[in-house]
């Protein structure tokens, strides 16, 4: 079992940055694939990265690609978003999950676990 809180959600201006963080309690964390999705009000939800258990392969959605960046430390069971010149297209609830295949994936129905989400507003 593995339980997931996002933190880091919040108002920022178009061209700013945010970071998003998100905590997973148990052991296994380091055995997951770890990855980021967000849903904006009326669409449905959407990939936006992803990251290896090893951190080695990462992966983003076109959208995000040059201006996201997903990370991990395993030692604090903690996957961070960085996000940087934002749109106002951006502007989502954010979700991470936890994939317990370990490679990485685009595929929503692969990941096990969800957080409950932060929500990123960036204003024009």
């Known amino acids: 079992q593995v339980q997931l809180v996002e933190s880091g959600g919040g108002l920022v201006q178009a061209g700013g940055s945010l970071r998003l963080s998100c905590a997973a309690s148990?052991?296994?964390?380091?055995?997951?694939?770890m990855g980021w999705f967000r849903q904006a009000p009326g669409k449905e939800r959407e990939f936006v990265a992803a990251i290896s258990w090893r951190g080695d392969n990462r992966y983003y959605a076109d959208s995000v690609k040059g201006r996201f960046t997903i990370s991990r430390d395993n030692a604090k069971n903690t996957v961070y978003l960085q996000m940087s010149s934002l749109k106002p297209e951006d502007t989502a609830v954010y979700y991470c999950?936890?994939?317990?295949?370990?490679?990485?994936?685009?595929?929503?129905?692969?990941?096990?676990?969800w957080g409950q989400g932060t929500q990123v507003t960036v204003s024009s």
């Open positions: 148990g052991r296994t964390f380091s055995s997951y694939a």
């Open positions: 999950a936890a994939d317990p295949g370990g490679l990485g994936t685009r595929t929503q129905h692969e990941y096990d676990y």
